[in-house]
């Protein structure tokens, strides 16, 4: 009975070792073949991608949602960088950002952006775009740093006081996706998520087979789920407030909302509740469109939550409109 113990200890041993070279020489493949498009900043010790296109100003910087990085907004990045200067960057652990495996709250994600910003030289008039959880960030990162910021483009941003007014379903639902993504961090470091392909599931089938590749190449990294992990764990709380989003005074706003009719999924998610969802969104996006005396909304009828990847030119159209805007004065 011992010596089978042993046998089976030696096999585990032999089939980790294994997965650990094939994920790690499978990753370093990827990293050749995808290398940054932007460049590399240290901020307290972390080594964080940027990539700055275009010139003009304001400057545009863009926050993406959980899990989401600079390479989520290759269909609207160098159109919108024909308008001004357009910054995307990655938090750690995304995308080419160095991963550091911990908590970090808004106030430290929007320190932080401070940090690159000011160590890459991004100086002059700012326009804050967050997606998402991003739409959380730039918040708070206008409430910590507002001084040269001239206007915030929110994209179906999340509100602080989602999780206690959205449906019991939904929190289910992150429930569950908290347990699949916890798994995936255990078993991806030994090429066990990149072996049976998981993360090709998670990607949008209709994008062409260079950027499913190249994002492919991401999300297999051996640190990307824990560190979407990370960042689900500390986002929990920005969207658990008792008050509401502080006010945005007269900063000019753009709301872009998506609207696409809400469907039932499965057994579990009818279409009774999915449309009870729905209305609650419209509710806390016309909350957060009032978070501003000089604000507009626009309603994305053809998108889900990623608008920026369901419909591109929208959200070019309507954000370098935004921006002329603030370019000619008139808001």
């Known amino acids: ?54 010139n003009g100003s304001p400057v545009l910087i863009i926050e993406s949602g959980l899990g989401g990085g600079s390479s989520g907004w290759s269909l609207v990045h160098d159109a919108l ?61 206008y409430r910590n740093h507002p001084g040269d910021i001239t206007g915030m483009v929110l994209i179906d941003s999340s509100h602080e006081q989602q999780a206690s007014r959205l449906p019991p379903q939904v929190t289910r639902t992150i429930s569950m996706d908290s347990i699949l993504i916890n798994a995936c961090r255990l078993f991806q470091p030994i090429g066990v998520v990149r072996g049976l392909g ?54 000019p706003l753009l709301v872009l909302s998506q609207g696409k009719e809400p469907k039932a999924v499965g057994d579990d998610f009818t279409l009774e509740q999915a449309m009870a ?6 509710t806390l996006q016309d909350e957060l469109m009032n978070l501003s005396s000089k604000s507009q909304r626009v309603i994305a009828y053809e998108s889900g939550h990623l608008i920026q990847n369901d419909q591109p030119d929208l959200v070019i159209e309507e954000v370098q409109k935004f921006i002329r805007q603030l370019q000619s004065g008139v808001e």
Not at 2 to 18: D, E, P, Q, S, Y
Not at 20 to 31: A, H, P, R
Not at 241 to 246: H, I
Request: net charge negative.
């Open 1 to 54: 009975m011992r010596k089978i113990f042993i046998n089976i200890i030696i096999v585990m041993i032999v089939l980790v070792g294994a997965g650990l070279f094939y994920q790690s020489t499978q990753q370093g493949k990827g990293v050749s073949k995808f290398p940054a498009p932007g460049k590399y900043y240290d901020v307290d010790g972390i080594s964080m991608h940027l990539d700055c296109r275009g």
């Open 81 to 141: 960088a024909s308008e001004t200067r357009v910054c995307a960057y990655d938090r750690p652990g995304i995308d080419w950002s160095a991963p550091v495996h911990r908590f970090a709250d808004s106030t430290e994600v929007s320190n932080r952006l401070f940090k690159l910003l000011t160590v890459a030289g991004v100086e002059g008039p700012k326009i804050l775009l967050g997606m998402s959880a991003g739409g959380v960030y730039v918040r708070e990162y």
């Open 198 to 251: 998981i993360m090709e599931g998670y990607i949008d089938p209709d994008l062409d087979e260079a950027t499913r590749q190249a994002l492919l190449a991401r999300l297999n990294q051996s640190h990307y789920c824990s560190s979407v992990y990370w960042e689900q764990q500390s986002f929990s709380g920005e969207v658990s407030d008792e008050l509401p989003p502080d006010s945005l005074g007269e900063l």
């Open 277 to 282: 969802q729905a209305e609650i969104w419209d």
